[in-house]
């Protein structure tokens, strides 16, 4: 009796382990909140806080009319005058996020 009690209490406590992963997991990929940064702003049309395809292909059209556009210079990391879809993706949503990068280390 008193064993079954254990594997009913260590099971209930896995249980619980489970879930709470699942929600820290939620927490991450939860949609950033807060106002967006410039180049969402101006791109991120339907404001759901991701670059789709659409959208992508806006700024990599903007950007191959204005390579010097100091809205999207900086995520040209790799300074190839092309915005690929690592580079947009790389892009932060918010404009706290945007701040951050922009620090100098
Ligand atoms: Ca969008
Ligand atoms: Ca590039």
């Known amino acids: 009796m008193k064993r079954t009690g254990l594997i009913v209490w260590m099971t209930s406590l896995l249980a619980m382990a489970a879930s709470s992963a699942v929600a820290a997991n939620r927490k991450s990929n939860r949609t950033p909140t807060g106002p967006p ?7 991120d049309v339907d404001q759901n806080r991701k670059i789709n395809v659409e959208e992508g292909e806006a700024v990599r059209k903007d950007y191959a009319k204005t390579p010097s556009d ?4 900086p995520y040209d990391t790799n ?3 092309v915005m690929s879809d690592a580079e947009i993706m790389a892009i932060p949503a918010t404009a706290r996020a945007a701040a951050l990068l922009k620090k100098p280390k």
Request: no cysteine; glycine share 8%.
């Open 37 to 43: 940064s410039a180049v969402y702003a101006k791109y």
């Open 70 to 73: 100091p809205l999207l210079k």
């Open 79 to 81: 300074h190839d005058g």
